[in-house]
């Protein structure tokens, strides 16, 4: 009996611990966080913005052949600096607005006044290559002669890096090439004589020798040399803005000005 009683206490100690076991909380391995991937890819990116485009020019045509720019008229701030008037006036049609003082410090300058002939003083004997600076004195006489100006290697350049990476520029250039130019909406710069006067018959045209130290090259000059943006086109005429005095906008006879713009050799930029 005794062992009886021993082996049924035995059996009830067995059954409370497996009821114990039972009844515990069940402690598992926290799973390994996964590694990041190397890559952090963004599903839908934000856009990237596109640079603002040059704005189109858009001619405007008429029926009888007419073709004009719109282009504002802008008066020379500086005596004798034409050329960047035009210049300015011919980016703002394109959409960008510079002020000459702006344009002009890209210019390098060549102060020194020019030897004369000492029996025609309208005549020059030597002074600076307007090929590759400014000659003379910005706010001189151009009949005086104490100051020039600048031709068109410089003011291309300047074009070219102010919004008109594609303008074209040189001697020799066609009427044709112009006209057609202007046909197609771009501006065009040209170097004529101011007030279309007849330079030749005044004797105000020559070639002068630049400084040596500029290269001794044959500059052919007019003294009244100006430069206008031209703005239109017809049949006949040409539309002018023309930087001088005031400043002003008109339709001039195309005859009359390919013979002034000859005294230059044709040089012209045309802005794109």
């Given at each position: 009996?005794?062992?009886?009683?021993?082996?049924?206490?035995?059996?009830?100690?067995?059954?409370?611990?497996?009821?114990?076991?039972?009844?515990?909380?069940?402690?598992?391995?926290?799973?390994?966080?996964?590694?990041?991937?190397?890559?952090?890819?963004?599903?839908?990116?934000?856009p990237?913005?596109s640079?603002?485009p040059?704005?189109?020019?858009?001619?405007?045509?008429?029926?009888?052949?007419?073709?004009?720019?719109s282009m504002?008229?802008?008066?020379?701030?500086?005596?004798?600096d034409?050329?960047?008037?035009?210049l300015?006036?011919?980016?703002?049609?394109?959409?960008?607005?510079?002020?000459?003082?702006a344009?002009?410090?890209?210019?390098?300058?060549?102060?020194?006044?020019p030897?004369?002939?000492?029996?025609?003083?309208?005549?020059?004997?030597?002074?600076?290559?307007?090929?590759?600076?400014?000659?003379?004195?910005v706010?001189?006489?151009?009949l005086?002669?104490?100051?020039?100006?600048?031709?068109?290697?410089?003011?291309?350049?300047?074009?070219?890096s102010?919004?008109?990476?594609?303008?074209?520029?040189?001697?020799?250039?066609?009427?044709?090439?112009?006209?057609?130019?202007?046909?197609n909406?771009?501006?065009?710069?040209?170097w004529?004589?101011?007030?279309?006067?007849?330079?030749?018959?005044?004797?105000?045209?020559?070639?002068?020798?630049?400084?040596?130290?500029?290269?001794?090259?044959?500059?052919?000059?007019?003294?009244i040399?100006?430069?206008?943006?031209?703005?239109?086109v017809?049949?006949t005429?040409?539309?002018?803005?023309?930087?001088?005095?005031?400043?002003?906008?008109?339709?001039f006879?195309?005859?009359?000005?390919?013979?002034s713009?000859?005294?230059f050799?044709?040089m012209?930029i045309?802005?794109?």
């Amino acid at each position: 009996m005794r062992t009886v009683i021993v082996f049924l206490l035995t059996l009830l100690v067995l059954v409370a611990g497996t009821l114990a076991v039972v009844a515990s909380p069940k402690f598992t391995l926290a799973a390994a966080t996964p590694t990041p991937s190397p890559l952090f890819v963004i599903e839908n990116p934000p856009p990237t913005p596109s640079p603002t485009p040059t704005p189109t020019l858009t001619p405007v045509a008429t029926p009888s052949g007419v073709v004009t720019i719109s282009m504002p008229v802008d008066k020379q701030t500086m005596a004798l600096d034409c050329e960047t008037a035009a210049l300015q006036m011919g980016l703002e049609a394109l959409g960008h607005h510079y002020t000459q003082s702006a344009l002009f410090a890209f210019e390098p300058q060549d102060t020194r006044a020019p030897v004369l002939d000492p029996n025609n003083k309208k005549r020059v004997l030597q002074w600076g290559d307007p090929y590759t600076s400014f000659v003379g004195n910005v706010n001189g006489s151009d009949l005086g002669p104490t100051g020039y100006g600048i031709y068109y290697p410089v003011i291309l350049s300047i074009a070219k890096s102010h919004g008109a990476p594609s303008s074209t520029g040189g001697e020799g250039v066609t009427a044709a090439q112009v006209y057609d130019a202007l046909a197609n909406g771009h501006p065009v710069l040209v170097w004529v004589e101011t007030g279309w006067e007849n330079a030749k018959a005044a004797g105000y045209t020559g070639v002068w020798t630049s400084w040596p130290d500029t290269g001794s090259k044959r500059i052919p000059y007019s003294l009244i040399e100006h430069v206008v943006t031209l703005s239109g086109v017809s049949p006949t005429q040409v539309r002018v803005n023309d930087p001088w005095k005031s400043g002003s906008q008109y339709w001039f006879n195309k005859s009359a000005f390919e013979a002034s713009w000859a005294d230059f050799n044709n040089m012209a930029i045309v802005l794109k």
